[in-house]
């Protein structure tokens, strides 16, 4: 269900909808919540940023992987 509403979300931000960026990075927040460690959602949230070229979430988002991975190998 996420991927599919995310999907559709991550297309609307391609053509330029902010509010639909918005909502593509709240649904991505959400599938995280559930699977946190599913690598394909944090793959996929990952592309988006780089597509849409927000730099500065892109550093934010990798801090955050790297602190969950080392969270996970414990």
């Given amino acids: 269900m996420f991927q599919y509403c995310i999907e559709l979300e991550a297309n609307l931000a391609s053509l330029g909808d902010n509010s639909a960026l918005a909502n593509a990075r709240k649904l991505y927040d959400s599938a995280i919540d559930y699977y946190p460690q599913e690598r394909e ?8 940023e780089l ?19 080392l969270y996970f190998q414990c």
């Fill in 51 to 69: 597509k849409v070229r927000s730099w500065g979430a892109i550093d934010i988002f990798f801090f955050f992987c790297k602190m969950l991975a």
């Fill in 41 to 48: 959602v944090w793959r996929n949230y990952y592309n988006l």
